[in-house]
């Protein structure tokens, strides 16, 4: 077997002769530095004091939060029932939601005194052991402000 002898080729760059190096001192790099920082650590509070151009569009209307969970026969959550929250003194539902996979749900609401009714809408739902389940008995939650409810939906068999 014959050795072969290989030539590697290098090629450096070189700049152009018109092109001079740019000589920058230590110092002059630490001053740019530390004012670099400077300017970073001041862009927080620059923007947090500026005002907004939406103006009080960015404030959020004040609201109630009715807040649920739904449970099964053997008190455990359900996920995806249908729940239905209607105003007291009107007879169809203004809100539909489900429940999501911990069996909670949440829909806000005006604040302000009012009478709620919260039930759950088990039409074409399959429970995950394959029985059929029953609506337990209407929630009725009031609220009075901007706050929350907590309540619960309890199915039967």
Same mark, same amino acid.
């Given at each position: 077997m014959k050795k072969r002898n290989s030539t590697v080729t290098i090629r450096k760059f070189r700049a152009p002769a018109s092109s001079s190096p740019i000589c920058v001192s230590r110092h002059?790099? $630490? #001053?740019l530095l530390l004012g670099f920082l400077t300017f970073l650590l001041c862009l927080?509070?620059?923007? +947090? !004091?500026a005002a907004s151009p939406s103006g009080d569009k960015n404030h959020e209307k004040p609201y109630? %939060?009715?807040? !649920?969970?739904? &449970?099964g026969p053997g008190d455990h959550p359900?996920? !995806?029932?249908?729940? =239905?929250i209607r105003r007291a @003194? $009107?007879? =169809? +539902?203004? &809100? /539909?939601?489900?429940? @999501?996979h911990n069996g909670e749900f949440a829909v806000r609401v005006p604040p302000g005194p009012a009478d709620y009714l919260?039930?759950?809408? %088990?039409? !074409?739902?399959?429970s995950p052991n394959g029985k059929q389940l029953q609506a337990g008995e209407e929630v009725k939650?009031?609220? @009075? #402000? @901007? /706050?929350? +409810?907590?309540?619960g939906l309890h199915l039967k068999q």
């Open positions: 002059a790099c $630490q #001053n927080p509070a620059a923007t +947090a !004091g109630a %939060l009715i807040f !649920g969970t739904v &449970w359900l996920y !995806g029932v249908k729940v =239905k @003194d $009107q007879k =169809k +539902a203004k &809100w /539909e939601l489900f429940s @999501d919260v039930t759950a809408d %088990l039409k !074409g739902y399959k939650v009031h609220i @009075d #402000n @901007d /706050e929350r +409810a907590d309540v």
